[in-house]
């Protein structure tokens, strides 16, 4: 069994995250003598996983402790060069997150008796989970689709997007899902509010208002952040904006929704490309219409991918990508001489 990392996620059941930390302890606790338990060395809580164990204990990360001490040597928007212990392996992921995890299945497959160099050889023949730090479109602007929903995977994820690009502004699209952890909210749009450009926007509100889901995003956003926020209830409008405004160099990151094909809104899965009245969007007996409009949904997967194909001319259409973010990207750049903007236009009310 393999511990990776505690983050603040699914604490509207567990109460704490030392509760949560206790119940994960617990899993490992109750493994045999003859099973190993492999936890990260990298994580504050990496020591503590293990302490109860009666498994054979290993460990990985970046120290010289740990069975294939692991580093990043070079990174870009293309792929990573990693060295796990004495070897070298290229690999079409991104970001220091995911190279931990290669090194974690890599000292997995050694304590099971496997020979590491034809693991490092077949590395680069692996592809990430689809909205999981996925590259949908690589050319003049850069669009990536992950599924973070926890303070710790957005901060690694919008460091991650930085860094591919560190010269351009860095423009996210995202929400907290209704239902869930409301604890989390406030760090959340504290987070998201650290882009150049941040859109608040729908991410499953569930039966909740998504207009209460989001107050409570900007509740953590300091006030010399506010003026970079701006609220766009619709998702499918959210993705338009991003890609409307996003120039040559940018990154544009869509956040929470990953590869899904719907929204859940007042109890009913809306498909992809099919918008949903206020009413559906709203707790009972509330109004979510802003500006004599209905506030509707649409997922991510078909709205961003749309415009940015039209707005990115010759750019790189890379493979499995989502639609909605992919295509908002690679309209971008076609029509970028006419209606590339310096500002982001006014939100309605």
Not at 47 to 59: D, E, K, L, S, Y
Not at 147 to 165: F, Q, V
Not at 255 to 261: L, M, P
Request: aromatic residues 4%.
């Amino acid at each position: 069994m393999r511990f990776t990392t505690l983050g603040h996620d699914h604490l509207d059941y567990h109460g704490t995250i030392e509760a949560y930390a206790d119940v994960k302890q617990r899993f490992l606790a109750e493994l045999p003598a003859s099973a190993f338990a492999l936890t990260n060395a990298d994580d504050a809580r990496g020591r503590f996983m293990v302490a109860t164990t009666r498994a054979r204990g290993a460990f990985y990360g970046t120290g010289p402790k740990t069975l294939l001490p692991w580093s990043v040597e070079r990174c870009d928007e293309r792929g990573m060069d990693i060295r796990l212990g004495p070897f070298r392996a290229h690999t079409h992921l991104v970001g220091e997150h995911n190279a931990s995890n290669l090194a974690a299945m890599a000292t997995a497959a050694t304590l099971l008796g496997e020979d590491l160099e034809p693991i490092t050889a077949a590395i680069p023949r692996l592809h990430g989970a689809r909205g999981r730090m996925q590259r949908i479109v690589s050319g003049r602007v850069l669009g990536i689709v992950d599924y973070a929903h926890t303070p710790e995977a957005l901060r690694l994820a919008l460091a991650t997007a930085r860094r591919l690009r560190p010269d351009g502004r860095l423009i996210v699209v995202a929400g907290c899902g209704g239902d869930r952890d409301r604890q989390k909210r406030p760090a959340l749009g504290a987070l998201i509010a650290t882009a150049d450009t941040a859109i608040f926007s729908s991410d499953n509100p569930r039966s909740e208002d998504p207009r209460s889901i989001v107050a409570t995003m900007l509740s953590g956003v300091p006030a010399p952040r506010r003026a970079h926020v701006r609220v766009e209830l619709d998702r499918r409008r959210a993705l338009q904006l991003a890609a409307r405004v996003a120039k040559p160099g940018d990154v544009v990151l869509a956040v929470g929704k990953r590869h899904e094909t719907s929204q859940e809104i007042a109890g009913t899965e809306t498909p992809v490309g099919r918008r949903r009245r206020a009413s559906r969007c709203s707790a009972p007996g509330q109004d979510a219409r802003r500006g004599g409009e209905p506030v509707g949904e649409m997922c991510p997967d078909s709205a961003l991918s749309m415009n940015l194909r039209r707005t990115s001319v010759g750019a790189e259409r890379l493979t499995g990508f989502p639609r909605s973010l992919g295509s908002c990207l690679r309209s971008m750049s076609s029509t970028a001489s006419s209606s590339r903007t310096s500002a982001l236009p006014s939100s309605r009310k």
